[in-house]
């Protein structure tokens, strides 16, 4: 049972890398699966006969079977005929330090942008439990997740090539995460700033202490499309820092304070975003 699920695993990643199907899919099956294995275990158990049986398990298989196709074909009906921008790249950028938040910004902003395009990003602790995607469990448990770090130039440039901008099933475009070492970030930052077009910087909890950003925010001032940058910060930024720090590359910048759980400020956020990936 373990090399079949091992089997499974593997099978199940394929799929995903090849487009097949969306992590929201995937989620929506394994839900079905349990439901329908937890009916069927309770009618076997009230349920006498082999032949009772062996029906109970016909239906539990066939219904368990059946959902995934007939997800994908609801979701093609629904989408068909429907006209959609062109995409547009969003880099997001951030203090490290508060996962709460982080992961909370990441729902309300990132997941939504997933309608309007792809996402890039570098790989950071503070948002694994939302961008962990089936395959890289597979590479974790294989012990193969080295080959996504970025450890030279070379390995930069062919991340860049294979980036995943198409929507998948559900409408949905995919993260792009990029796990990079000391000696490959300020490279890769370069570059993915180079192919966005909108960015968001989370500078919320920046301070004297959390002052690693400063080298994102130089580059972001020395681009001529300082308008497509959108700024968040809260109480808790030091703006004098942050002023000294920027000086008047941030002329173009546009600045957005959101306060912890303020649902409107982070929509406005958002807003400010699809206009500026829109300019």
Known sequence: MGLLAWWRLKALAR????????????LAATWWLLVVASDAVERISVHAGVVTLLLILAVAATSAAMFPPLLAT????AQRGLSRPA????????????TARTEAQFDRIGARWRWFGPLTMI???DVVA????PGDFLRFVTGDLAADFVTTPQDLERRLATLDVLPDPDGRYRVNEFCCRDGT???TVVRLIERADAVRMDLRGFNAQRAGCEFELRELGTRPQGERVVLVVDASTDRPL??????????????V?????????????FVALLEAARR
């Not at 609801?74 to 009906?77: N, P």
């Not at 942050?242 to 600045?255: C, N, T």
């Open 15 to 26: 799929r995903y890398e090849a487009k097949r199907f969306s992590d929201a899919q995937l």
């Open 74 to 77: 609801a979701l093609r009906l």
């Open 87 to 98: 995409p547009c790249t969003l880099l997001l950028l951030l203090v490290f330090g508060d």
């Open 123 to 125: 790989a950071a602790p």
């Open 130 to 133: 939302r961008t962990v995607d």
């Open 185 to 187: 970030w300020q490279a």
């Open 242 to 255: 942050l002023d000294r720090m920027l000086g008047s590359v941030s002329l173009g910048f546009r600045v």
């Open 257 to 269: 304070e959101v306060q912890c759980g303020h649902g409107p400020r982070t929509d406005a956020a």
